[in-house]
């Protein structure tokens, strides 16, 4: 049956006591490098740091010194920070928030971009039990006027950190009227401080005094309740409002060490991340490198190709985590700029369903690199681990054209469940993939979507709204979101094995979408970026040929004739079909008399 339980897995509860295996290891050697901050951007932070200068750098740590610092070299005026500074400035801080009346397993919200200031604030929030939420302000403003406060009021805040001037106004004009005491608001620049607001070096000088025993805010760290809540991350909201996810700090301990396969020692040295706070990967990635002792490279402008390109240029780049469509685009950026990836020792290819194409033109781009499939969640991941780090990317079984996401890790359990039936498949049969794992959250926030747990005689488990299906080696699949699924003449099709089929055969991304029709049913489109050489006729052929009729396009448009630049994709790369589908919806509106002649497939 499609079930397996990957086995126990020991769980090491104290989120503190992992960063401390990074500081022992690199102590003197960058923990934060920040591509889009200049060298002096925290000079007044580390000044302060470096005032109270304590005992314990010289006596509780061993370390090589190292003179390893990136700002500066070639003319790259990069922000730098060490595993020594980021843990100096963040105990000065913890003690400077408890001089505030700031208690552990409060929550803090950050509305702030990726960068050092994340970082301190994350291995802060670490040493003094806070509970860490974060958004992105660009994405609230955008969804509707209504979002912030919604958000303010669900968290309920004691601390709010912001950057950008309309979001600091935004954020005066709520807490006037916030339910509870005003929460302590900081304002990462200095420089625009607004009355009412407090500044991270104002706080260090605070946590200067002789008031707080910053020994004792470690050593409490240590000894963290694995059940209090370490995060509240948001889900992407493609299906409704972003829900809020509480993980737990025995969840993310959990989660970090099921995937410390991923970022190791050959990948950690230069880990690029560039997700913005509000993205659980965001928070994994700097742990995991942290925890191994590597330095995390942050951009500032989210997951975008041409930041890659240019890190990879001024930097002996280690570690890339790319998304499907990402793939298609560093492929080309690789070729045109003569990009040497030669430093990249691992990719991680993730955040939608991945193809064997899309895996071996990653290949391609990064030919001394191992590249990996690692399938994660806001609500919780790590419940596979990649077997083939040494097997050639030739050899890579797939299903329909598709990777698989690996075998089950310890510490969970993956079912494939047929729905209408009510019981476990069989090998080889597709269903919904439902998880059982410790790094899983209990329940999702306010009460939200809770027909998405349910418990049985083995525990909770969460249906993750996904096709998946196991093959005999227990190797599992994931096929898209059940969502994505397009019921054509009551045949169930998936969109990846089709646009795999057609990327192939073209060498273009190509994005498949469904539209209802009252005359005609559900009508299958593929969008691309262009038709290059080949006829819509001799793609619809070269499908029925590899898939059969029932995937036989009824129409095929190139992203132009959508009226559309590029794929749309939201804050994590993936691409939004929604806004395709409007888009197609709005072309074959305006085609109908006609008779959709552009797009029709013969």
Known sequence: MAEIDGGPLINTTSLLGHLEQGLGKSYNKPGII????????????????????????????????????????????????????IHSIAKCLAAGLLTNGVQPKSTILMLIPNGAEFGLLLWTSVMARLTISCADPDVLAATGPDE???????????????????????????????????????????????????????????GNGPAIDRDEIIEAARSDDPERIHSVLFTSGSSGRPKGC??????????????????????????????????AIAHLQILLTWRAGGTAVLTGRGFCVSDIVEAIRRLPITFVVLSPPMVHEISKEVTNASLNTDSVQTVQVGGDAVTAGILAKCATAFRGAKVVVAHGMTEGGGSFRWPFEHTPMSQLPHFGGLCPVGLVSPGSVVRIWNTAEASVCKRGESGALHIRSGSQIPNYMSGASETSFYEDGQGRWFRTGDVAVMDPKGLVYILGREKDMINRDGVMIMPAPLQNCIEILTGE??????????????????????????????????????????????????????????????????????????????????HRDSNMTAGTVN
Not at 72 to 84: A, F, P, R, S, V
Not at 543 to 572: H, R, S
Not at 576 to 581: L, V
Request: include cysteine; hydrophobic fraction near 35%; charged fraction near 20%.
């Open 34 to 85: 920040s591509t889009h901050q200049p060298a002096n951007h925290l000079s007044d932070l580390l000044a302060l740091a470096k005032s109270h200068d304590d005992q314990e750098r010289e006596d509780a740590y061993t370390h090589t010194k190292t003179s390893t610092i990136y700002d500066g070299e070639n003319g790259y005026n990069y922000l730098t920070l060490t595993y020594h500074q």
């Open 148 to 206: 912030l406060p919604h958000l303010l009021w669900t968290l309920e805040p004691s601390i709010i950190v912001a950057q950008d001037t309309r979001t600091v106004l935004e954020i005066d004009r709520l807490v006037d009227d916030f339910p509870t005491v005003r929460p302590l608001c900081i304002h990462v620049d200095r420089l625009a401080k607004k009355s009412g607001w407090i500044t991270l070096s104002e706080i260090m000088e605070q």
């Open 246 to 279: 509480p993980m737990r700090v025995g969840g993310q301990t959990h989660y970090m060490l099921s995937q410390s396969w991923l970022v190791d020692e050959r990948a950690c040295p230069l880990a690029l991340q560039q997700a913005h706070p509000s993205r």
């Open 509 to 590: 991304q190509a994005v498949a979408v469904s539209v209802t029709s009252k005359s005609q049913g559900e009508q299958l489109f593929a969008v691309l970026r262009s038709l290059a050489s080949n006829s819509p006729g001799d793609i619809n052929r070269h499908i029925e040929k590899m898939l059969g009729k029932q995937y036989v396009l009824d129409g095929l448009l190139t992203l132009e004739q959508l009226g559309l630049a590029a794929f749309p994709v939201n804050a994590t790369h993936k691409i939004m079909k929604s806004e395709i589908k409007t888009a197609l919806l709005k072309y074959l509106q305006s």
